[in-house]
């Protein structure tokens, strides 16, 4: 099982920027004939929800639309580290951010599709 660690989480003030990192110990990437990490998010009293994830093997990418123009995610491969850049945040961007990393060959950004997961990062957007 890889394990993975968030970080970059904090305060900023609404039209800011954070990017988060999502280290992977264990196994290069590269290593595994399917590997996605997918970025998600659970705000109090509410669901997890699907932020974006990126196939590491190939680039692909998928955002949930609530993000779509605001966030970037990319990996370095070298360094087994993926990243969600977000700018332009909003207070409803607040919530706990976690990574998660999915070997299927074909995932969809839900929670079930993924089985290994960070401890999460906090994010708090003030207006």
């Known amino acids: 099982e890889v394990q993975l660690v968030e970080s970059g989480g904090g305060l900023v003030q609404a039209g800011g920027s954070l990017r988060l990192s999502c280290a992977a110990s264990?196994?290069?990437?590269?290593?595994?004939?399917?590997?996605?990490i997918g970025w998600f998010r659970q705000a109090p009293g509410k669901e997890r929800e699907g932020v974006s994830l990126i196939a590491v093997s190939n680039g692909a990418t998928h955002y949930a639309d609530a993000v779509k123009g605001r966030f970037t995610i990319s990996s370095d491969n070298a360094k087994n580290t993926v990243y969600l850049q977000m700018n332009n945040l909003k207070p409803e961007d607040t919530a706990v951010y976690y990574c998660?990393?999915?070997?299927?060959?074909?995932?969809?950004?839900?929670?079930?599709?993924?089985?290994?997961w960070g401890q999460g990062t906090q994010v708090t957007v003030s207006s």
């Open positions: 998660a990393a999915s070997m299927l060959r074909f995932v969809i950004l839900e929670p079930s599709d993924f089985d290994s």
């Open positions: 264990g196994r290069t990437f590269d290593t595994y004939d399917a590997f996605t």
